[in-house]
């Protein structure tokens, strides 16, 4: 398609989408109201109602939906080109994403059989009142999880990513030896350090960073007082695209819930308030076999960490929540997975009767809760938590789980993490590889969650912030090949996998932007 079909075909998309939102039946109620309003002009009346929106701040809101659509719409593509194409253009990655999700959901088939409990029943009231009264406090008192195991941990995972190949290309074509060191064997386009630096100019060594120059021996007015107050003239402004430019830099700890909710276009109007309260009715009413995976991946992960264990019951809230929330289906028309479907007890196989489940479409896994945890930090209000956590995962987190070809899936991440290690740092590679210790066995349970749980929690936000700033989760894979640039003197003094693992065990007290900053703009390339 030429340039022109190309925007007219994303125009008439987006104007579709937002047709039925309900930010376009606030406009064009306002629209109608201000017709009754002095200053609007019969023989000006198209400028006037525009100027009305404009100066009365709907047009920003406008914008910022619209902002929002360009990040999470479809590519442009060949206007025959079949759906499957559209979610992932290559068969062997749509292959492999669809036996994986086969094997998921036959192990939570068979954990339904072996407990003896259904995939969801609807609670008995009594139940329900009790849930209702224990809502904000249920870490108190959970089920008995002991028979309850994860579907899957990030390591299962691992293991499909490195089984991927190409059956159209012929290894033996690459030239030089490096492309046989690491386990991830697909040919796929990654960015190179000269690219990157390119690509992530904001972070050179001369402009300022939250995250150093705020911790560095320069006086405060040098660079965080002037940032803060640009800061908040851009939440001030309201504008989505100018928040995100921001944030490449870091966002301060004081204005960071507001521009991120601003980046995500993600609002807490009552409306959201109310479709919240309603997937909390949804969460009371019925019991799904999920809640317990959800439960127990708590349990292991946030209960057990020294920043998170306090937020034990807002994860319960939101998670529930998500699990029933059938607006997350709609990330599934650009992401390569397909909701799994499950049938009507007693109804047979039938297609008809075929279900999604959970309502949601994601079967939460080990760790899962992690990508909830860092966010709140920053919202206390649990219907603001939720509408962010569904924004960062529908743009974001679902690629850190899902077989795809996409620059920020993390099938391109781990080849990326890869190709920079043995591109800038072959001996280390070289020597982890002999002695069995892959640095993408230890590295990937980092970038299957982003970091969480493994940074100390500023550092981590200071992390997400370039994540949203960016819009890419390539930022990921830069930092999991610093740390290992940063350890690297240690980690070529290891003989085994167990103490190279020894060695990166501990990242808490990692200061992330230095660790990418040196990485990227000090490496000699």
């Known amino acids: 398609m030429d340039e022109g079909s190309e925007l007219s075909l994303t125009i008439a998309q987006?104007?579709?989408?937002?047709?039925?939102?309900h930010l376009h039946s606030q406009i064009e109620r306002q629209a109608k109201e201000c017709l009754h309003q002095p200053e609007i002009k019969l023989e000006s009346l198209k400028e006037d109602v525009r100027s009305f929106l404009k100066t009365s701040g709907w047009e920003r809101q406008l914008q910022n939906a619209v902002y929002r659509e360009l990040h999470v719409q479809l590519p442009p593509s060949h206007p025959?080109?079949?759906?499957?194409?559209?979610?992932?253009p290559l068969a062997y990655m749509r292959k492999t994403q669809a036996s994986w999700e086969k094997r998921v959901l036959k192990s939570l088939n068979s954990m339904s059989t072996e407990l003896g409990v259904p995939l969801a029943r609807m609670r008995p009231a009594a139940e329900q009142k009790e849930l209702s009264n224990k809502w904000n406090e249920m870490g108190t008192d959970e089920p008995d999880l002991t028979s309850v195991?994860?579907?899957?941990?990030?390591?299962?995972?691992?293991?499909?990513?490195?089984?991927l190949r190409n059956p159209n290309h012929d290894s033996s074509e690459d030239v030089g030896v490096r492309s046989h060191w690491g386990l991830i064997q697909v040919p796929l386009n990654v960015r190179d350090i000269p690219q990157l630096r390119q690509a992530y100019s904001e972070l050179n060594l001369t402009s300022g960073q939250l995250g150093i120059d705020d911790h560095a021996d320069i006086h405060p007015d040098m660079f965080e007082n002037e940032y803060v107050q640009i800061g908040k003239k851009v939440v001030l402004e309201q504008d989505s695209a100018a928040a995100q430019q921001y944030s490449r830099q870091g966002c301060p700890t004081g204005l960071r819930a507001d521009l991120w909710a601003l980046i995500l276009n993600s609002t807490n109007q009552p409306q959201d308030v109310m479709y919240y309260e309603q997937l909390t009715a949804g969460v009371i009413q019925h019991d799904l076999l999920v809640d317990n995976l959800i439960y127990k991946d708590v349990k292991l992960t946030a209960s057990n960490d020294d920043y998170y264990f306090v937020?034990?019951?807002?994860?319960?809230?939101?998670?529930?929540?998500?699990?029933?929330?059938?607006?997350?289906?709609?990330?599934?028309?650009?992401?390569?997975?397909?909701?799994?479907?499950?049938?009507?007890?007693?109804?047979?196989?039938?297609?008809?009767?075929a279900v999604v489940y959970p309502p949601n479409g994601v079967i939460p896994f080990h760790g899962f809760s992690m990508y909830v945890a860092p966010l709140c930090f920053l919202y206390n209000e649990p219907s603001k938590l939720y509408s962010v956590f569904r924004e960062m995962y529908s743009r974001y987190f679902f690629r850190l789980h899902s077989i795809s070809s996409s620059p920020s899936g993390i099938v391109s991440l781990c080849l990326q993490f890869e190709r920079l290690l043995q591109t800038h740092l072959p001996q280390l590679f070289y020597h982890l590889r002999q002695i069995e210790a892959q640095p993408l066995r230890i590295a990937f349970k980092w970038m299957v969650r982003a970091f969480s749980g493994y940074l100390s929690s500023d550092q981590l936000l200071l992390l997400w912030d370039r994540i949203l700033g960016y819009d890419s989760l390539e930022v990921v894979a830069v930092l999991a090949a610093a740390v290992f640039a940063f350890r690297a003197e240690n980690l070529m003094e290891v003989t085994s996998l167990a103490s190279a693992e020894a060695v990166l065990a501990d990242l808490s007290t990692l200061k992330v932007m230095p660790l990418i900053q040196i990485f990227l703009f000090a490496t000699a390339i």
């Open 80 to 88: 025959v080109a079949p759906p499957e194409h559209l979610k992932e």
């Open 311 to 353: 937020f034990e019951d807002f994860l319960y809230q939101v998670l529930l929540c998500f699990s029933r929330d059938t607006a997350v289906l709609e990330h599934f028309k650009y992401n390569s997975a397909t909701p799994p479907k499950s049938f009507i007890q007693g109804k047979g196989e039938d297609e008809e009767c």
């Open 149 to 163: 195991r994860p579907v899957y941990a990030p390591k299962d995972f691992l293991e499909v990513l490195i089984s």
């Open 14 to 21: 987006i104007v579709q989408r937002l047709k039925g939102s």
